[in-house]
């Protein structure tokens, strides 16, 4: 080539070329075709839409609608570019309702792939077929059909050989498809959906309202784990279903988030539900959730790519907040436990009923006995070193002594609580005690660490005070450099807990007083455990203040293997049920597990 | 080996060493006791590789010898016995037969060279100390070790031998109690050492009533010789905290109050304080002292007032209730002193009058209030 060729260099790309181009962005693989056509079906106001693939879409993709469908010149025009009936004038981008709007979609497909598309408008009487082969050889006939359209797509990106050959397997490919349909299932409700592969029927989905269709999308074992959520603030409306927090997968694979029933996909507000489980669950695992956010659309842009699945937000952090709100508003009305399943599922229509309202229940029952304790038991304060004998001076113990003798308890559901509350420490590292409904284990390491964690939140956001205990002999601590640097990271917050650290010169720090609940014994070595916690673990969507009061927590927190006494037990379980949220530690693991009484009924055989 | 001894003395002699056993140990040896026979006596002896202890009776020897026997075992046995006198014998397979009244049993030794062996020690350091003054003195410090093993010399007691005054000082880093006694002599030599706690506890419990034992220092060793029996155990060699420098020589605010009535009214609040950190808090007005103490989490609350005499600025500190706790109930006197400076420092507590030949001191750190 010459550069100083006198030939135009610059020139308008042919029509199909400019197609071929734009499929790239749009049809990216079987999917996106799938997606283009029920999007279609939708907007042209079908109730009945049925898909059928062959090959994961490779061979053929059908959809075939009752909609209002499509007269002949509308076919036909439909396969120009930027051709669409969706919008009139600019005005109507800025108020997208419909699911497609860009006039691209059509043409694009057709260009790289053979097109067959079937209509007739719900006025006509006739119908007409119109067939493209590659973008080209446009071919139109007038024949009989049923009000609707149906559009088969058959051998996708056969004259593009570079894309057919990436495509990915079969199997991986009918994924795509499915995660793409699983959206629209659960969008709309109201639509009875068909799924055919390989000529089997796959999903029936009559229409139904949501709840139905979400248990039927997410499987029923799923769906017992899924809590209702309705919300909503000013204008904007949120709904749906989100897991229990011990409801997780792992994989983002069950997630689902529609705005005015389009799917979508947006990082700030997914990362807003992770929020709101905040540290309810572990690194690695996601909660399962539908959501529908419905809104004014002037306030979102859907238009920012083509496959239509980013959102822009005019009031997106109102929105991320409206979101960690709501939704830990209802895992904590729910106070949810994780349960033992010893049996599979099997038995679980007969669980379903009794789980129900129990995680309150176990909440109410243990404090209500924490009550009683307190009252009766003197709740003595054992820590160190108290001298038995001198417990009959004091006067306060002895009238308590009496009163427990001779005054009746009130009420008849706190004597139910009131005898004979035992724990038991299992190998030194689980607590066991009996309530009403079974047996209930409790992990003493990560209880206590719940604890800690919450009393520490309590400081940071809503201003409690905290307490250091000062030290006779302020320890003199000599840091490396790294451990040193991490200390500089984290010394405002510590300092803040109750902790009172000063730096020196070179990399010496002095510690001259520690929280009130450092424990006895354990205090020279808990700011580098901090240390070396913050250091190495990797607590992924915790913010700085969280991450040390997580690391002190921890590190502080009885371990297991320690021997408890019972007071200790009594305490700690006190503690753990005064907490906001029981059930979980700082990192998502499960403090609390239950063992009905009907499990163990079932394993020792005693009903069948 | 082959004796014949009451089994009131045998049990009264095992019974003394038994504690030392450790309750968990991976050394296995170590659950056992040594049975020595000799020269008209049984000594028995228990370890725990810190401390040994070593006790004798008299017996009828006719064979001498020496065999491990498991301890605890030995003592259900023996317990059990009828109380004549008791035949023992071994054999070259390490079994012991045992011949009562009532019968012969049988139980299995271990070879007397598995056991660790006695420390020595030789020493030229000797102190002698009244019964009365070493366990009065035991009894009060001994609560405030640390139980911290990380910081080894806060979990025994400072012992200071001078010329003449014997000092014991006990803390673990929140609180801290020196005791001082000057019905003392010893013009040899000075010493520093550092007594394990666990050890005081044995002497403590093994100490007569009356009259005043010798007490042998080596490098690493501390030797109490006690009436039929001998307790060892190994000194904490790591350097002890500068204690007099935190002792404030002069705090300016002295409350005086009576000691059982501020104990019990700390006790009654500090059941409505958090049981975690059983926090109190203390307003110091002219004439009276407020105790106050809250559960937030439970929502409890208490609030008692009792006299005292007080004279300076009103003053508002926290402390942890049990500190508090352990140290008036350790100290004797029934009037007491407070002293402080300000809500940041330490408090000194002292008993009003101190007695005769002994000085008392215990202090306490604050809780501080992070705003």
Sequence with gaps: ?608 | MNFTISRNDFYRVLQKVINVIPNKSTVDILYSVLLIAEEDQLKIIATDLEITQIAWASCNVSEQGSIAVPGKLLLDIIREMPENDLTFKIDSNLKIYIESTFGEYKLSGQNKNEFPSVPLVETEHKIELKNTVLKHMIEKTIFACSTDNLRPALTGVFCQIMEDEYRMVATDGHRLVKIITHDFENKEFTENIIIPTKALNFVARNLPAEGSQKILISENHILFELPNTKIYSRLIKDPYPDYERVIPAQNSKQMEINKEQFISSVKRVSLFSNPMTYQVKLSLKPNEINIYAQDIDFGGEANETIACKFDSDPLDIAYNANYLLDILRHLDSEEIKFLVEDEDGPGIIVPFEQEEKEEILMLIMPVRLNS
Excluded at chain 1, 96 to 117: C, D, H, K, N, Y
Aim: charged content about 25%; proline content about 4%; some cysteine.
């Design chain 1, 1 to 608: 080539m010459t550069r100083n060729s006198n030939k135009a260099r610059i020139h308008v790309l042919p029509e199909n070329l400019a197609n071929k181009i734009a499929a790239g962005e749009v049809v990216e693989r079987p999917a996106s075709v799938v997606k283009e056509l029920v999007e279609n079906a939708i907007d042209a106001e079908a109730t009945k839409i049925i898909i059928a693939i062959e090959q994961a879409g490779k061979n053929l993709i059908q959809v075939v609608d009752n909609g209002i469908g499509m007269n002949s010149e509308d076919i036909q025009t439909a396969f120009e570019r930027h051709a669409t009936s969706k919008i009139q004038s600019e005005r109507d981008l800025e108020q997208i309702e419909t699911l497609g709007f860009r006039g691209e979609a059509l043409p694009s497909i057709a260009s790289v792939a053979q097109v067959e598309v079937k209509s007739r408008h719900i006025k006509d009487t006739m119908g007409s077929v119109f067939t493209l082969h590659g973008g080209k050889d446009a071919k139109l006939k007038k024949i009989a059909a049923n009000t609707g359209t149906s559009i088969s797509v058959k051998n996708l990106f056969f004259n593009t050989p570079a894309r057919r050959q990436f495509l990915r397997s079969d199997n991986s490919e009918y994924q795509q498809i499915l995660t793409v349909l699983k959206r629209f299932f659960l969008a709309y409700a109201d639509i009875h959906f068909e799924l055919w592969v390989n000529g089997k029927e796959v999903f029936k989905l009559p229409e139904c309202d949501l709840g139905e269709r979400v248990e039927k999308i997410l499987g029923s074992a799923s769906f017992k784990g899924m809590l209702p959520l309705n919300a909503s603030l000013g204008g904007i409306e949120l709904s749906g279903f989100i897991s229990r927090p011990d409801v997780v997968r792992k994989s983002r694979g069950h997630q689902f988030l529609f705005l005015n029933g389009r799917p979508i996909i947006s990082k700030s507000l997914h990362h807003a539900v992770f929020q709101g489980y905040s540290n309810l669950i572990g690194p690695g695992e996601f909660p399962i959730f539908c959501l529908f956010l419905e809104m004014d659309p002037t306030l979102a842009d859907v238009n920012v790519h083509p496959t239509k699945m980013e959102v822009r937000f005019s009031n997106d952090r109102s929105l991320y907040y409206f979101f960690i709100n709501s939704i830990q508003k209802v895992l904590s009305a729910e106070g949810v436990v994780p349960e033992l399943y010893a049996a599979p599922s099997g038995s679980a229509v007969q669980k379903e009923s009794s789980a129900e309202s129990r995680p309150r229940e176990i909440i109410d029952e243990m404090k209500n006995r924490k009550r009683s304790m307190a009252r009766f038991s003197g709740a003595q304060l054992s820590l160190t070193y108290f001298d038995t004998s001198e417990k009959k001076e004091n006067p306060l113990q002895d009238s308590i002594r009496t009163e427990k003798t001779t005054i009746e308890p009130p009420a008849v559901a706190m004597e139910q609580y009131k005898t004979d509350v035992q724990f038991w420490q299992v190998h030194n590292r689980y607590i066991l005690s009996e309530i009403k409904s079974g047996i209930v284990l409790i992990d003493q390491h990560v209880a206590h660490e719940r604890i800690l964690y919450e009393k520490i939140s309590k400081i940071f956001n809503d201003g409690q005070k905290s307490f250091g205990q000062k030290l006779l002999f302020p320890q003199k601590i000599n840091l490396n450099y790294e451990d040193f640097a991490i200390l500089k990271e984290i010394i405002d917050v510590l300092n803040k807990m109750g902790f009172s650290i000063k730096t020196f010169s070179g990399t010496t720090v002095v510690i001259d007083a520690m929280p009130t609940d450092v424990k006895v014994g354990r205090e020279s070595q808990i700011l580098l455990d901090i240390i070396d916690y913050y250091k190495n673990e990797p607590l992924r969507d915790f913010n700085h203040t969280e991450k040390i009061s997580a690391a002190y927590a921890c590190k502080n927190a009885i371990k297991s293997g320690e021997k408890l006494s019972q007071v200790e037990m009594h305490n700690l379980v006190d503690q753990l049920f005064a907490c906001e949220s029981p059930f979980f530690c700082p990192h998502g693991r499960p403090v609390i597990i239950t063992i009905d009484m009907e499990e163990l009924d079932r394993k020792f055989k005693r009903i069948p």
